[in-house]
């Protein structure tokens, strides 16, 4: 069905064709015809484990049904957690999230291009906040894997950033399987100055000791993962490498979009500002990936995110030491058939 409907889709504008395809997606939940959109015989019920502990993946200690999960920003109010469960992600991602609502940056901030099977966006964290994401998990059925990435207010001053991530952690520490940290847009002012090592030394020690705290609360542990930029140079991969086994980070989400838009040539987006995803980013995300999974030798999971559009990048992202990963720009592409072929590759990589 998708293939049949992306020529429509693709001519409308892209911000309405994304919550147009939600709306839809929604829909075929809510009469049960999610059959229409999944392709082979993949196991889509998420709700519950229902393989052998054999075929569970463990994920900063979380058992995971497939390695393939959704990455945040497709849902970023958790609106839509139950639509997206039927089409056999291994684990969802909502946000990215703030304390309070806030409308992100103006309108159009959104392209697609086609030709390179990408993505520019500045959306600007554009969300209902973190009480009104939290009341939408309440209200979903789904009860598999759910990660709640979190980030800081437009308005909050980047030497605070640190409460706003804290209120966030506080927020939605009930209510997650995990807690994604961003650090890594490149569309709220500043946010990525929080990757350098003193910046990021201090704010996972602020985020560590609220963590013991709350697993005490709430006699559960919640694991906590930061997301990166696919900017970095090796030393700065390095440097933030040291600050994670340091601060003993549960996971690391590698990678997240980048502002180098020169392999795009002369393209008419080429000059727009935002993150570049898809295709195009791939390399600097395996680059990252790759110095990444050698300098920590296994000691915390990596997440392996950007540029996958196949099957075979999925299965390239586990060879260079990711555990699990998630899939965003290349479903905009590809459609849901996606997922199970990553899972397909996946499971031959392993």
Not at 235 to 246: E, H, K
């Amino acid at each position: 069905m998708y293939s049949l409907i992306k020529s429509l889709l693709f001519r409308l504008d892209p911000e309405k064709t994304h919550y147009l395809s939600l709306k839809c997606l929604q829909l075929l939940h809510r009469y049960h015809c999610g059959f229409l959109l999944r392709d082979g015989q993949i196991s889509v019920n998420n709700n519950k484990s229902t393989g052998t502990d054999s075929n569970l993946i463990d994920l900063m200690g979380l058992a995971l049904p497939n390695p393939v999960g959704l990455a945040a920003g497709l849902d970023k109010n958790g609106e839509y957690i139950d639509a997206l469960s039927m089409l056999g992600f291994g684990f969802i991602e909502v946000g990215t999230v703030t304390p309070l609502p806030q409308a992100g940056n103006p309108k159009p901030r959104l392209f697609r291009l086609p030709e390179h099977q990408a993505i520019i966006n500045r959306m600007g964290f554009n969300n209902y906040g973190i009480d009104t994401l939290i009341d939408n998990i309440v209200n979903s059925q789904y009860r598999g894997i759910l990660g709640i990435n979190i980030g800081k207010n437009a308005a909050t001053p980047i030497d605070k950033a640190t409460d706003d991530y804290l209120i966030c952690l506080e927020k939605a520490y009930p209510y997650a399987s995990y807690i994604t940290v961003n650090i890594s847009s490149p569309n709220t002012r500043n946010l990525r100055s929080l990757q350098s090592a003193s910046e990021l030394d201090r704010l996972l020690n602020h985020l560590k000791n609220r963590q013991a705290q709350l697993a005490t609360r709430h006699s559960r542990y919640v694991p906590i993962a930061v997301k990166i930029a696919p900017d970095l140079i090796e030393d700065q991969i390095t440097a933030l490498a040291d600050v994670a086994l340091a601060t003993q980070i549960d996971g690391i989400i590698a990678t997240n979009t980048t502002i180098d838009k020169t392999m795009l040539g002369k393209h008419r987006y080429a000059q727009e500002t935002g993150g570049l995803s898809g295709r195009p980013v791939q390399p600097q995300s395996n680059q990252v990936l790759r110095h990444l999974s050698a300098l920590l030798e296994g000691k915390i999971p990596l997440i392996g995110v950007g540029g996958i559009n196949t099957g075979a990048d999925a299965a390239e992202k586990i060879s260079l030491g990711a555990t699990a990963i998630q899939l965003y720009s290349g479903l905009i592409f590809r459609g849901p058939k996606l997922i199970n072929e990553c899972i397909r590759a996946c499971s031959k990589s392993n």
